[in-house]
C-alpha cells in the first residue's frame, strides 16, 4: 500500500512542481488505470500486458485533455478556483467512470500466481512484489527524467522561477502540459499495480489522491523522495494501526496524520523547498 | 526618557549578519531619521522593531515595556503604526475603509454587538468615518474617498499608507523609505506632513534614500553600515562625518 | 431596463446571448458592485427582495417549489457563514459541511434518544458546531492556501469516519431517522410553506446580521486580513484571532443550519455530509462573487435549482452537474454577478447604438 501512496503522492508532486497547481483529481487516474484495465481485459479481451499499456496511455490522454480543456484556460485563476476546478474534474472523471464501466467494484488478475513466496521467513504474495519491484523501476525512471535530463530541469526550472524560465525560451505552459501526463502515467501505473490487490470501483479514486496527497506532505511537500518516504511511512503506519483501533477507522488515521504533521512539522520530514514561500 | 530604545540587537540569516549589536535611542516628540546604503540592515531593522521579524538576540523597550518578543499587533497596540517600503494599502477596499480600518484598536465592541449594530455601534461607526474623512482632507486625499484603494496611482498610495497609519494615532510612527517612487513635488508635500506631525506630538522614525529629504525634516539622524551603527547625530554633524563619506564612497553612491 | 428589444436586424445577435441574459439580468441586479462604501448600507432594494421572497411562495404553489426553495434556504444559511471566511477574509475551507453534520448529528441525537424539544436542540446544535470549530480553528488556521484547504478537508474527512464508525451513537451508515418537525412553544412546522417561512425568516435575520458585521469595523479587518496580514496586524488587527472568531461564526452558521436540516428531512446520515455538499456550498460563494452578501444567497438559489433539474437526469446528473460547474468556474471566475454587470452594461451600449444606426438608415 506504501509504494501506491507514494506513486499517487509523486504524481502530486511532478504536476506541482512544474506549475504549482495541486490535481485533486490526481485519485482519479489511478481508478481509471484500474477500471480500464479491467474492461480492456474483460470487455475486449486483450492480453494483460497490451491492456495495461493502453489504459496507461488512455489515461495519459485524458490527463492532457484535462490540462488543455480546463487548467489551461485558468492558469492564472486563484488556488480556491483551481482547487475548485480539480475537485470538479474529479466529479466528473469518477461519475462518468461509474457511467460507462458500470458501478461495481473491479479486480484485475494477479500478474503472477498467487503461490505465497518466502523471503527470509516473510511470506508475500507474488502480487506485492510486483508493486514493489515496479514502483522502484518506475521511481528510477522519474528520478532520471526529472534530474538527468533537461526536460526534468526545465520543468523544475519554470516552477521555480517562472520568468527565468521564460527568458530562456521555456514555454511553461508545454511543461505543465507534460507534468500533467507524467503524473498522469504515474497515477494509471499504479491504479493497475494495485487493482489486484484491492478493489477497485469508480468512487475509490478520491480517497486514494487524498492520501497522496498527504503522503507527499508528510516526506516533505516538492520533493521526490519527500513524496516516496512518505508515501511508505503512510503506507506503514495505517497497517500497524490497525493493530490498535477498530478498522472501519483506519480511513481516519491518515488524516489525523495530516494535521499532526501540519500542525508540527508542516515541512514534512525531509523539509520543503516551497514551504517558505508565501503562497504556501 | 526615550520612547523607544535598542539594545544590542543582532539578527543574523543563514550565517550573515544582518545587524551587529545595534543600540540606539529614540527620544519621544523628536524626528528621527535612519540613513545607510543598500543591504545595510535598516529594513531588518524595521521589521524587528514592528514585530514582523524577531531578533537573535538583544532587547527592545518601548515606554520603558520590554516589547521584544511581542507579536506585531501588540506592538500597534501599544501606539507603533508603520508604513511599508512597498506600499501595502488594501486594494479590496475604499479609500476611506483603509482609513477607518486603521482605528480597529481604537473602535471597541464585540462580533455581536457588531452584527446587531446596537445603537452606540451606529454613533461610532458614525464617527470614525467622519474621522477618516478628516484625515482624508488632510491628506488631500476627500476627493477620491470611494475609489477603490487599488485604483489611486502610486504616490496616491503611499499617502493613503500615511494616513491608515495616522489614523491609529499612533505616539511612535515608521516610515520606511516613504519617498521612494515618488515625484519631488510629491516628496515636498511628504515633508510637510511629516514636520507636522512633531507638532501633534508624534515620534517619527524614517527609513529613507532621500538624503535630501531626511536631512531637511530629522532632528537627529543614525547611519548604518553593513549592520554596524557607524555614526549617530545631529544632520549636519553626519554629514561632514568622514566615516559616513566613506562607507557611501566604497559602495557606490546610493544618496542623492 | 427592457432586455426584449425590437425585432430586426440584431437577430442573429440575439439568439447567442438572450438564453443567459434574460433569466440572469435579475441576478445582475441582485449582485452589486461591493467595493462602494455607501453601497453597503441598507437601501430600499433590499426591502424588494425581501417582499419578493416573501410573497413567492404566494404566487407559486407548488409544494416541489416550496420544498426546493427550503433546501435553497438551508444551503444559503451554509454559503453565508462560509462567505465571511472565504470570500471576506480569503481563507479556504473545505471541511465546512462538517460543521453541518455536526448540528444536524446534535440535533437528531437529542431530540430522538433524550427527548429535547428541537428549539433545544437548535441551540446545543449551534453550541457544538461552535466549540467543535474552536478547538480545530486554533491549529488549522495558521496554514494558508492549499495546506489550509487540505486540513480543513481532513477534518472533515475525519469527521464522516467518526459518523460511519460510532455505530451506537450515530446509527453508523443508516443515520438516524424520525426527527420531528421543528417546533416552537407548540407551533409546529409540517407543511412546506411553513418551512418555507421559517427558513427564509432565519435566512432574513443572518444576512442582515452579515451585513451589519461586513460594513463595521469587523469587515473591514476582514478584508484587511485578506489583503495582507502584515499590513492588517500593523494596525493593530489581532490577525489569528479574527481568522478564528470568523470560523467559529460560520461554524455556527453551518450548525443551526444543520439543526434545521435534521429537522426538515426528519433524518441524518453520513451520505449528506461529504465532499457532496462542501463542492455546491463553495461553488455558492464563488459564483454569487467571492466578498459580496447578496452573491451566496442567489448562489444558493441558482445552484439548488440546478441540482434539482439534473436530479431527473438520474446517472447523468453527476458528469452534466459537474461539467457545468467546470465551465462556470472557467467563464465566470470572479462570479455571475461582477461579470454580468459588466456584460450587461456593454450590451446596453451595443443596443442603443444599434438602435440609432438603424433609425439613421431609416
Known sequence: ?????????????????????????????????????????????????????????????????????????????????????????????????????????????????????MFWGISMLPQSVWVLVSTLVLLTFLYLLSHRTLLGKAMEASSTDPLGADLLGISRSLMVFLAFGVSAGVGAFAGILITPIFFTSYNS???????????????????????????????????????????????????????????????????SPFIDSRRW | MSLLSIEQLTKEYDGIRALDRVSLKVEGGSIKGLIGPNGAGKSTLFHLISGVEKPDSGKILFKKRDITNMESHERSALGIGRTFQTVQVWGNMTVVENVMAGMHRRLKGSLFSYGLWLPWIRTSEKEALKEAKEILNSL????????????????????????????????????????????????????????????????????????????????????????????????????????????????????? | ?????????????????????????????????????????????????????????????????????????????????????????????????????????????????????????????????????????????????????????????????????????????????????????????DTYLKQYYLIWGVVAGLFIFSKNLVRSKLGRALLAVAASEDAASSVGINVPRIKLEIFVLGAAFAGLAGSLFACIMSTANPETFGLGVTVPIVMMVILGGMGTIYGPVAGAILLTWLMDILSRYQEYSLPIYSIILILLLIFFPDGIGTRLNVRILYLIGYWAKKRKRDEGKL
Open chain 1, 205 to 271: 479514486g478520491t480517497l486514494l489522491g487524498l492520501k497522496g496527497f498527504i503522503a507527499a506532505v508528510l516526506g516533505g511537500w516538492g520533493k521526490n523522495s519527500g513524496a516516496i518516504l512518505g508515501g511508505f511511512v503512510l503506507g506503514i503506519v495505517e497497517s500497524l494501526s490497525l493493530a490498535f483501533i477498530p478498522s472501519g477507522y483506519k480511513d481516519a488515521v491518515a488524516f489525523v496524520i495530516l494535521l499532526l504533521i501540519l500542525y508540527f512539522r508542516p515541512k514534512g520530514i525531509l523539509g
Open chain 3, 1 to 189: 431596463m427592457s432586455s426584449q428589444p425590437a425585432k430586426g436586424a440584431q437577430k442573429e445577435f440575439r439568439k447567442r446571448d438572450l438564453f443567459y441574459l434574460v433569466p440572469l439580468w435579475v441576478l445582475s441586479l441582485i449582485a452589486p458592485d461591493p467595493y462602494l462604501y455607501h453601497k453597503k448600507e441598507f437601501k430600499r432594494k433590499d426591502l424588494y427582495y425581501l417582499g419578493a421572497i416573501g410573497l413567492a411562495p404566494l404566487t407559486w404553489s407548488d409544494p416541489h417549489f416550496h420544498h426546493v426553495m427550503v433546501l435553497a434556504g438551508i444551503y444559503a444559511i451554509l454559503a453565508l457563514g462560509l462567505s465571511l471566511f472565504m470570500g471576506y477574509a480569503g481563507q479556504i475551507s473545505l471541511g465546512h459541511a462538517a460543521f453541518f453534520g455536526i448540528g444536524a448529528y446534535t440535533t437528531a441525537i437529542l431530540t430522538t434518544r433524550h427527548g429535547f424539544s428541537p428549539f433545544v436542540a437548535l441551540w446545543a446544535s449551534v453550541l457544538s458546531a461552535s466549540a467543535v470549530a474552536y478547538l480545530i480553528g486554533r491549529p488549522i488556521l495558521k496554514l494558508k492556501g492549499y495546506f489550509l484547504a487540505l486540513a480543513t478537508l481532513g477534518f472533515g474527512e475525519i469527521f464522516l469516519v467518526m459518523v460511519r464508525e460510532s455505530t451506537d451513537l450515530t446509527g453508523g451508515v443508516i443515520g438516524i431517522f424520525g426527527i420531528p418537525w421543528f417546533s416552537v412553544a407548540g407551533f409546529s412546522f
Open chain 2, 140 to 256: 488631500g486625499l476627500l476627493g477620491k474617498w470611494e475609489s477603490t484603494a487599488s485604483q489611486l496611482p502610486y504616490g496616491k498610495q503611499k499617502l493613503l499608507e500615511l494616513g491608515r497609519a495616522l489614523a491609529m494615532k499612533p505616539q511612535l510612527l515608521l516610515l520606511d523609505e516613504p519617498a521612494s517612487g515618488l515625484t519631488l513635488s510629491e516628496i515636498e508635500q511628504l515633508s510637510e506632513r511629516i514636520s507636522e506631525m512633531r507638532q501633534k506630538g508624534v515620534t517619527v522614525f524614517i527609513v529613507e534614500h532621500h538624503m535630501g529629504m531626511v536631512m531637511e525634516v530629522a532632528d537627529e539622524i543614525a547611519v548604518l553600515h553593513n549592520g554596524e551603527l557607524i555614526a549617530e547625530g545631529k544632520p549636519e554633524n553626519v554629514r561632514r562625518n568622514s566615516v559616513v563619506m566613506e562607507a557611501y564612497l566604497t559602495r557606490g553612491s546610493a544618496g542623492k
Open chain 1, 1 to 117: 500500500m506504501g509504494a501506491i501512496y507514494a506513486l499517487v503522492a509523486l504524481g502530486f508532486v511532478t504536476i506541482s512542481r512544474a506549475s504549482q497547481i495541486i490535481n485533486f483529481a490526481q485519485g482519479e487516474f489511478v481508478m481509471l488505470g484500474g477500471v480500464a484495465t479491467f474492461f480492456l481485459l474483460n470487455g475486449v479481451r486483450l492480453p494483460y500486458p497490451l491492456a495495461a499499456l493502453i489504459a496507461v496511455m488512455i489515461v495519459v490522454l485524458v490527463g492532457f485533455a484535462m490540462y488543455l480543456s480546463v487548467l489551461y484556460p485558468l492558469r492564472k485563476a486563484s488556488i480556491l478556483i483551481l482547487i475548485m476546478a480539480t475537485l470538479g474534474i474529479s466529479i466528473f472523471l469518477s461519475s462518468t467512470s461509474g457511467l460507462i464501466f458500470g458501478t461495481l467494484p473491479k479486480a484485475l488478475p494477479p500478474f503472477t500466481d498467487e503461490q505465497p513466496l
